[in-house]
């Protein structure tokens, strides 16, 4: 490869939170751990690899300049974002003015549901659910209704859509946020299932906020649709938000984006995220996006999937084959596992308590399913190199599920 993804990238005294904040996990003490085991990072959502070259190249070439005052965006930036999405997700018609800064994808998902609805109101969403719906809906005075994901004969996560008809009708409700690709599930729809849910909406005039952070990481040849993109209704009642932050690992930055095509939505949304006075651009982080989006980053993105898949076929073999009592529907995008443990709990007479304190004991640490309204589940991050992959599952045989 071209790109490095096997080096084990030191991440200590550099404000990781996934690595100076372990200890801030409810329970985790790595003070505590087994003798020779080190923790390996595997909870909250970002990347152990370092990123894409041309990111650092861009905002240092920026910094050498010694003055960082008011600024207006480069059309360049509007550029990047419009190829990119057209190269990557078959996206025409995008323009400079559908574009709008977010951020961060949470506070476009609030700017837009204050514009769909008054406080109080019902919202779909579904469930498993991503904690950071939770927080920003509930914070800001939104129900959440839930309809949940079932999985199929195959374990495949799927939409309920006489569950979510039902509730739309009987809860009054006229919005929703989608998640595409799903988190914490790793669902990747296909073009049927946004298009049927897309004429839900449509059938019941419920307006969509569509999280699509992730989906520039799809494994083993899955297609991103998006939900603007299967109708011209669907393009005309969908806010979509995005943001380089998952694809590069660029959180620490900030700088998501938003694309609305229908001119009425978009002034209002624009006007709603403006209030607070500080939802505004970060030179550094203009910089970092077209240094992202440039020929490198197309290279770098496609073998970060590559790696990501592969981490995710062995991590998904090894449950299957080592961990009897443990599930795991195989993630379609995303480097999240969200895995099942309710069967091994009842058969050995634990809780998922005792499992994560076991997991944390042995420095792997993963985070509690629970806030993700996964009853009995443990959410586990893959984006590191295999061998810190295979050492993980390695303690999680000998020390946890086969001790």
């Not at 550099?14 to 085991?37: E, Q």
């Given at each position: 490869m071209k790109y490095d993804f096997t080096s084990i990238l030191d991440r200590h005294g550099?404000?990781?939170?996934?690595?100076?904040?372990?200890?801030?996990?409810?329970?985790?003490?790595?003070?505590?751990?087994?003798?020779?085991?080190d923790v390996i990072p595997m909870w909250v959502a970002d990347m152990n690899f370092p990123t894409c070259p041309t990111i650092p190249e861009a905002m240092i070439e920026r910094a050498k300049h010694p003055a960082y005052g008011y600024f207006f965006p480069r059309e360049e930036y509007f550029d990047a974002i419009i190829k990119w999405h057209e190269t990557r997700n078959g996206v025409t018609g995008l323009t400079k003015e559908c574009i709008g800064y977010e951020n961060g994808v949470l506070g476009g998902v609030i700017s837009a549901l204050n514009v769909f609805c008054s406080k109080g109101d019902n919202v779909l969403i579904h469930s498993p659910t991503y904690i950071g719906f939770t927080g920003c809906l509930s914070n800001n005075g939104y129900n959440m209704i839930h309809s949940p994901l079932i999985q199929d004969e195959n374990g495949v996560w799927r939409m309920d859509f006489a569950d979510m008809e039902q509730k739309i009708v009987e809860k009054k409700i006229h919005a929703a946020v989608f998640c595409s690709p799903h988190n914490p599930c790793g669902r990747v729809w296909e073009r049927w299932e946004v298009e049927q849910f897309m004429e839900l909406c449509k059938k019941h005039d419920v307006m969509v906020v569509s999280d699509e952070i992730w989906s520039d990481?799809?494994?083993?040849?899955?297609?991103?649709?998006?939900?603007?993109s299967v109708s011209e209704d669907a393009r005309n009642r969908t806010v979509a938000v995005y943001a380089p932050s998952k694809t590069f690992n660029l959180a620490g930055l900030v700088g998501s984006y938003h694309i609305i095509y229908n001119k009425y939505i978009r002034e209002r949304v624009e006007k709603e995220s403006s209030l607070p006075h500080y939802n505004d651009m970060n030179v550094i982080s203009m910089h970092a996006l077209i240094g992202a989006y440039k020929p490198e980053g197309y290279e770098w993105t496609d073998e970060l999937c590559q790696v990501l898949s592969g981490n995710v076929d062995y991590a998904c073999k090894y449950i299957a084959e080592h961990f009897e009592g443990v599930k795991v529907s195989k993630p379609e995008g995303t480097y999240m596992l969200f895995v099942d443990c309710a069967e091994w709990c009842e058969k050995h007479g634990n809780t998922i308590e005792d499992v994560e304190h076991a997991v944390w004991s042995v420095g792997v640490a993963v985070q509690d399913g629970r806030m993700f309204h996964g009853p009995c589940h443990l959410r586990i991050n893959l984006a590191l190199p295999l061998s810190r992959v295979k050492e993980a599952f390695d303690r999680l045989d000998k020390y946890v599920f086969n001790a």
């Open positions: 550099k404000d990781a939170m996934a690595i100076d904040g372990v200890d801030r996990m409810s329970g985790f003490d790595s003070n505590a751990l087994k003798d020779g085991c990481i799809l494994l083993n040849g899955h297609k991103h649709i998006p939900p603007q």
